[in-house]
């Protein structure tokens, strides 16, 4: 098709718009060259090629587990603090306060442990003062509740006895 | 220099590339300037893009055309969107060949009755008056069937005839 004369004299024509010179370029050709340069140079190792792959496959996977780590760790964060409670079976608690307390020579370190969890919880040294003095020192390491002002309970000789006493005295 | 220097799977050697650089060039330059107002621009990246390819293109000339015409393109609609202000500077053409008492047409005639011409016949006569490219590469860089390119040719040769004012077989204006 090149080759095929054109009608009308158009060859002619375009023989005469062939004597123009397109119009001179200013190109760094320098650059050209460098760029040519460098490529030439480039050195790529079928073998890394060949596993480039495996480099892009990692990192997705790596980038994946990331992002749901992180998607779980926002769910979680969302989610409100839940305040569980729990009763503590009356029976057990029963069971150790039963437990009979063996009368013993009480050291004064030991009792002093004693007072501090029990005694020392009553603001009323009066009511301790007395359940002393009623009852002695066994009383404090007893169940019952310190500060309690618990009355003094006589039997019925000793009430009787009382009142000979203050009879006769 | 339609072929590869050597062997096109060899990589490209600067050697190799300047010869093609300065044989191609101007006529390069033309051609991206039917499109857009920066062809020196254009036509040095498209060179750069060549150097930068590991190996010569099957056909390295009808590869550079198609990458300065497909960089002409994106350039001109660029242009477009951002110089629309400057249509009086526009104005301003470029001479398009050098001034030449030797050559049969006036270049400012000719340059301005080539810039009347439709953008798709117009790259064809650049393209194959002086790019050198046979209607085959023509049809590959455009797209377009052969046949297409020769007549878009033709047509174009006779609308720049009537332009200039050639008539059969009368010389210059």
Known sequence: ?169 | MNKAPDNHDESIKPEQLRPFVERHAAALTLFARTWCRWPEDVVQESFLELARQPRWPQCPVAWIYRVVRNRAISYARAADRRLKHERVVAGARPAWFTVNADAAIDAQTATAALAELPADEREVIVGHLWGGLTFAQLADVTGLPASTAHRRYESGLRRLREQIGIKKGVDTP
Request: net charge negative; no cysteine.
């Open chain 1, 1 to 169: 098709m090149n080759d095929s004369p054109l009608p009308n004299g158009l060859d002619e024509f375009a023989a005469r718009l062939r004597t123009l010179a397109p119009a001179a370029v200013e190109m760094d050709q320098d650059q050209i060259m460098f760029a040519a340069g460098r490529a030439s140079v480039r050195v790529r190792p079928p073998k890394i090629a060949a596993f480039a792959w495996a480099w892009a496959l990692s990192t997705a996977a790596l980038l994946l587990i990331s992002l749901v780590l992180v998607w779980q760790w926002r769910a979680a964060a969302a989610q409100p603090a839940r305040v569980v409670y729990v009763e503590v079976p009356i029976a057990a608690t029963l069971t150790t306060s039963a437990e009979p307390q063996a009368p013993t020579n009480i050291e004064p370190q030991a009792f002093a442990r004693q007072l501090s969890s029990a005694a020392l919880d009553a603001s009323n040294y009066l009511s301790l003062r007395r359940r002393v003095l009623a009852d002695g020192l066994e009383s404090l390491t007893g169940s019952d509740p310190p500060g309690a002002d618990t009355p003094v309970i006589y039997s019925a000789g000793q009430y009787r006895e009382l009142l000979n006493a203050q009879e006769g005295g």
